[in-house]
């Protein structure tokens, strides 16, 4: 069997990929045809959530934006949440 070369070092740092045996490396159509009809299955990116959120534009005061943007990271699902809660009391027209 081959040695086989960590991509991240200890140090994080990506190794040299060049001093990896070339022959390692095979082209997709290479792959059997039942591995390749899984990997198409899978698919790329993140996965699909089961309830997804419509991305909208929307202007809001910068005094609100600069508030939420000040508690950090998830700063627009904290908008939504406050939009939700709002919700429950009030009548949007």
């Known amino acids: ?10 140090d994080g740092e990506v190794g040299d ?4 045996d070339p022959t390692l490396f095979m082209p997709f159509s290479a792959l059997p045809e039942s ?9 790329r990116g ?5 309830v997804t959120k419509e991305r909208i534009t929307i202007r809001l005061s910068p005094d609100v934006t600069q508030s939420f943007r ?3 990271p998830g700063w627009q699902t904290r908008i939504d ?10 009548s949007p027209a």
Do not use: F
């Open 1 to 10: 069997m081959t040695k086989r070369l960590p991509v991240i070092d200890d």
């Open 17 to 20: 990929l060049s001093e990896i």
């Open 35 to 43: 591995l390749q009809t899984k990997l198409r299955a899978i698919g």
């Open 46 to 50: 993140r996965p699909k959530a089961a």
């Open 70 to 72: 000040a508690t950090g």
């Open 81 to 90: 949440a406050a939009l939700r809660d709002w919700l429950k009391s009030h």
